[in-house]
């Protein structure tokens, strides 16, 4: 569905024709108490007809007028639309986890959350290889290993499917985030508007990509 041009970033018309949704985005899906009291406060004040948790950890708030929709955008406390960062809780919460990522995500929510790319990215970061944020099905994903990051690009789960190809392991978080840049940088110098991931990487190769990126084969 397409977006007006006057509405906030991750606002849509419904299917109603009349009435709007947003999706409001916490970093990695994280909240406090404050963050839930002010949302409370705000569904409440703006009497919304329904809010729902979404797959990408963020929260849809449903039916609501041009107007209200966009005062509650303005009042939020986190962004709407832009790119998101799904996270595992990591190794400060879950006992498998063998990678902070929680800690990646954060960085690369600061980073990455805005910025204009050709088409809209996902990014999935998994403390461990039970890979709960499905790093293997975003645009970029990082997977925690006990000797560092496996980082694959190219994932999608929408209307045709595609598993992510591994780029590279055993990244530090530094050489995890100057891959992460490169990729994004040689993705944004080279695509054309409104082709995913997916299909850039398809279409390229990641042997071809490996070798623009400047790593061993």
Same mark, same amino acid.
């Given at each position: ?21 947003? /999706? =409001? ?8 108490? $404050?963050?839930? %009291?002010?949302?409370? !406060?705000?569904?409440?004040?703006? %009497?919304? *007809? ?8 963020? =929260? ?5 007028? $041009? ?21 595992? *809780? ?25 910025? *204009?790319?050709?088409?809209? =990215? ?15 099905? /975003? ?26 190809? %591994? ?10 985030? %100057? ?19 997916? $299909?850039?990487? !398809?279409?390229?190769?990641? @042997?071809?990509?490996? !070798?623009?990126?400047?790593? @061993?084969?």
């Amino acid at each position: 569905m397409s977006q007006e041009k006057d509405l906030p970033a991750g606002v849509f018309l419904q299917r109603d024709g009349k009435t709007f949704a947003a /999706r =409001i985005t916490p970093p990695s899906g994280k909240l406090s108490a $404050r963050d839930l %009291e002010k949302m409370a !406060e705000l569904v409440r004040a703006y %009497e919304v *007809p329904m809010v729902k948790l979404t797959s990408g950890q963020r =929260i849809g708030f449903y039916g609501l007028s $041009r107007e209200k929709i966009h005062a509650l955008c303005d009042a939020m406390p986190f962004r709407s639309g832009g790119h998101y960062v799904q996270a595992c *809780p990591g190794t400060d919460w879950c006992k498998f986890a063998k990678q902070d990522a929680m800690g990646l995500a954060q960085i690369l929510e600061e980073k990455y959350g805005s910025i *204009p790319t050709p088409a809209k =990215i996902k990014l999935g970061i998994s403390g461990c290889t039970f890979s709960c944020a499905e790093s293997r099905l /975003r645009d970029i994903g990082f997977i925690g290993t006990p000797t560092g990051w496996r980082m694959f690009v190219g994932g999608n789960s929408g209307m045709k499917p595609r598993i992510g190809d %591994e780029l590279a392991k055993e990244l530090s978080i530094q050489k995890a985030l %100057e891959l992460c840049q490169k990729f994004l940088d040689l993705y944004c110098e080279t695509a054309p508007a409104q082709k995913r991931t997916s $299909r850039f990487v !398809e279409k390229m190769g990641i @042997q071809t990509i490996k !070798e623009k990126l400047g790593l @061993q084969l």
